[in-house]
Structure formats: C-alpha cells, structure tokens
C-alpha cells in the first residue's frame, strides 16, 4: 500500500472506510486505520453518484443478478471521478459498465482503494 501511494494519488471512498472499520477486531486495528485515513484522501459519494448507483442498480435487475449496494456505491464514485478502482474483490465489480479496474500497471494517477476480502475467522 506504501508503494501505491507514492506513485499514485490513491482515494479511499466513505464506503470503504466503513468496511474497513466494520472488519477491525482491536482498538490497534482502529489506530492503524486511523493513521491511513490521515494519509489517504476520502473521495465523497456526493451529487451525481446517485444516478450513476441507480443505473447500475437497474442493469442488474434488469439481468436478475444482484450487486451489494456497498459495491455499487464504491463504482458509482470511482465511475463520476473518472478513477480506476483497486481491489482483491474483482468478481465483485464484474459487469458494471464504465468501472475501470486497476491491475497494477495502467499508467494512471487517481486510484480508489477498495477493501480487500474479509479475514476468515480461526474461530
């Protein structure tokens, strides 16, 4: 992640954050994402990612699949920034028209970092 945030100007979404601090299970997992929240810009769902979340909502229904609302949100803001997205949840955002997807070596500065896969629990 260090690596990516020096050559590249990296966004996390609200979304994101969410995610991130929904998956923390201590207060030193809080306090490590706190200290990269203050590293890493937020790129806001704001006026005009709603549209954007409803149509792709709508081509799913359309198709009869279903897309996590989370993951529409995250599209909808990396699609109205004209960002690429990169996450480990590629299967995720599969079908989605207009996303971009990063795979590491698109020559491209404006990235949006969404959340890797949740940890399986030992539990």
Known sequence: MIE???KHDVFLTPIT???LFLGAK???HNDDLKMLF???EVMPFDFGCGEIS???W??????????EIRD???ASIAIHNNAWLCTFNK?????????RIWNGNENTSKIINAPPPPRKSNS
């Open 38 to 40: 203050n590293e890493i």
């Open 58 to 67: 709508r081509d799913f229904k359309d198709k009869h699949q279903h897309l």
């Open 17 to 19: 954050e969410f995610e």
């Open 4 to 6: 990516l945030i020096q």
């Open 72 to 74: 529409i949100f995250i």
């Open 91 to 99: 299967k995720h955002f599969k079908g989605i028209k207009d996303i």
């Open 26 to 28: 201590t207060s030193r």
């Open 54 to 56: 409803a149509n792709i």
